[in-house]
């Protein structure tokens, strides 16, 4: 399943509403998705998971959604750490695969 | 809690081969999960290589398959992975992961740099 994020790049501040799609080339069964956050030099980290179930520890201004083909990651209000790279990655079929990336910038 | 580190050459030669070891602390590699490893070319997305289970039966990326092998050492709790007849595109940094109930990665080493070059 090919994974396509979009936008490539998003530039908004901070306190502003952040919306990341990722669309899968065909339905990811049982909403198997997860969205991770890179920051540079750090290895991911594990945001969301089944599509919209939040890890531990992470804040609850970010939010997943969606089924299908379609994917959503939502932060609420943007923080100042909050600026990255996302990735979505699909583990509903072999191989697991993985979204190019959304680069989340200040503006 | 689970904590995984890499450690490996950060220099192969063209046509050599690559090998990294990831080591478990914090938890048994024979604890019912699978064990992964990730890469990521510089500047680029991240590409899932292959993965593990602790009985020692693994699954590759079809892109790979004919390349790599994925180990597991239960006695130094840690797996590793081999990757043969490396060019400079197998050039990036490498991650292993835990994969969580068989489905996504968490947590995740540190990464280690790699670099094809002669």
């Known amino acids: 399943i090919v994974l396509t994020q979009s936008p490539a790049t998003l530039s908004l501040s901070p306190g502003d509403r952040a919306t990341l799609s990722c669309e899968a080339s065909?339905?990811?069964?049982?909403?198997?998705l997860a969205w991770y956050q890179q920051k540079p030099g750090l290895a991911p980290r594990l945001l969301i998971y089944?599509?919209?179930s939040r890890a531990t520890g992470i804040p609850d201004r970010f939010s997943g959604s969606g089924s299908g083909t379609d994917f959503t990651l939502t932060i609420s209000r943007l923080e100042p750490e909050d600026f990255a790279v996302y990735y979505c990655q699909q583990y509903g079929s072999s191989p697991r695969t993985f979204g190019q990336g959304t680069k989340l910038e200040i503006k | 809690q689970v904590q995984l580190q890499e450690s490996g050459p950060g220099l192969v030669k063209p046509s050599g081969t690559l090998s990294l070891t990831c080591a478990v602390s914090g938890g048994s590699i024979s604890s019912g999960n699978w064990w992964s490893w990730v890469r990521q070319p510089p500047g680029k997305g991240l590409e899932w290589i292959g993965e593990?289970?602790?009985?020692?039966?693994?699954n590759y990326n079809p892109s790979l398959k004919s390349r790599v092998t994925i180990s597991v050492d239960k006695s130094n709790n840690q797996f590793s992975l081999r990757l043969s007849s490396v060019t400079a595109a197998d050039t990036a940094v490498y991650f292993c992961?835990?994969?969580?109930?068989?489905?996504?990665?968490?947590?995740w080493g540190q990464g280690t740099q790699v670099t094809v070059s002669s």
């Open positions: 992961a835990r994969v969580r109930f068989g489905n996504w990665f968490d947590p």
């Open positions: 593990i289970y602790h009985s020692g039966s693994p």
């Open positions: 065909r339905s990811v069964s049982g909403s198997f």
């Open positions: 089944d599509a919209s």
